[in-house]
């Protein structure tokens, strides 16, 4: 962490808060004030003094210490935590300001999206429409998206539902016709279309991670509900391997449509799922914050975009 941090000032009552923040947040990273002094490149009294007035000004013991260091109580654990997203947000703020190039370069995180066909045209609209600014497009862990928007890390994310979100705004733009993937010679690969009871008692293989098959929680929990579910089954392994073991017919899997029509895989087929619960959502999530006018218009291009393309309830219900 490099932060450049100044001499007391008299006549702040509480001294500079981002400071006193820096010097708290490198304390628990090192746990050591002398080690954090050396990160900070201030003196060892400097960090201890800017601590205790942070303990002090928030009533709060943050540090327990002993001849071995500091670290943190369980108080200030819970404390940190939700400072430092508020820090490393008001960093990116700074270095966004002082580097117009990285201003001008919109981060946009995936995390196992459908709606292909729709991001790409969403994509290359935006390029078109706004030249000047650079996409720097990453794949994305699950567990990282929402923390990584409050961080700032990426600009904005697309990616399946996580229920209630309030650490950062967010949109569902568009959803599509979920498919199931089975092996040729699968009872289910001569039906034109498949519903969630014809799953029933089957494993359904859910790649972990950042790769793979979209499915959203609520699709989850709405596809295990009335007694006519398949087994989920949560595989570590990324989406080649879930492919490899439907091509072995250990299981079947899901994807959104666009994938589904433009992927094809040896010993398999693609089936279009028919009924409630048949279809899955793309959600972008961001800040409504972020100083950045081009994530306001990558967002407003996907909200017209949403109301002039036809959604799913105008495709054809036919296999791949």
């Known amino acids: 962490m490099i932060v450049t941090t100044s001499a007391e000032r008299p006549h702040d009552k509480n001294g500079n808060a981002l400071r006193l923040l820096a010097c708290a947040l ?49 108080a200030g654990r819970a404390w940190t935590d939700v400072a430092r997203i508020h820090y490393e947000g008001l960093q990116a703020v700074f270095r966004d300001a002082r580097n117009s190039r990285d201003a001008k370069t919109l981060r946009i995180g995936l995390c196992a999206v459908g709606g292909g ?68 010679g699968h009872s289910l690969a001569e039906k034109r279309v498949v519903t969630w009871a014809d799953l029933a008692g089957m494993q359904l293989l859910v790649p972990v991670g950042t790769s793979g098959p979209l499915l959203d929680l609520p699709t989850l929990e709405g596809i295990v509900t009335d007694g006519c579910r398949p087994t989920v089954n949560m595989c570590q392994g990324g989406q080649a391997s879930v492919i490899f073991n439907v091509q072995l017919g250990q299981g079947v899997t899901l994807a959104g449509e666009s994938f589904a ?60």
């Open 261 to 320: 029509r433009n992927v094809a895989f040896d010993a398999t087929v693609w089936k279009p799922i028919d009924g409630r619960n048949g279809l899955c959502s793309i959600k972008a999530f961001w800040l409504e914050t972020n100083p950045k006018r081009a994530v306001l218009r990558l967002i407003g291009l996907a909200r017209k975009m949403a109301n002039t393309i036809p959604g799913p309830a105008h495709s054809q219900s036919a296999s791949c």
């Open 26 to 74: 490198a304390a628990a990273d090192c746990g050591s004030l002398r080690q954090a002094a050396t990160a900070l490149r201030v003196r060892e009294s400097s960090v201890s003094r800017s601590v205790v007035k942070l303990e002090q000004l928030l009533e709060m013991q943050l540090f327990e210490r002993d001849v071995r260091g500091v670290r943190l109580t369980e």
């Open 117 to 184: 066909e729709f991001l790409k045209r969403l994509i290359d609209r935006f390029r078109k429409s706004y030249p000047n600014v650079s996409l720097a497009i990453e794949d994305i862990l699950r567990e990282q998206c929402l923390t990584a928007v409050c961080r700032r890390r990426f600009d904005i994310i697309f990616a399946p539902g996580f229920g209630e979100v309030t650490s950062c705004h967010a949109e569902m733009f568009w959803q599509e016709r979920i498919f199931v993937l089975v092996p040729t």
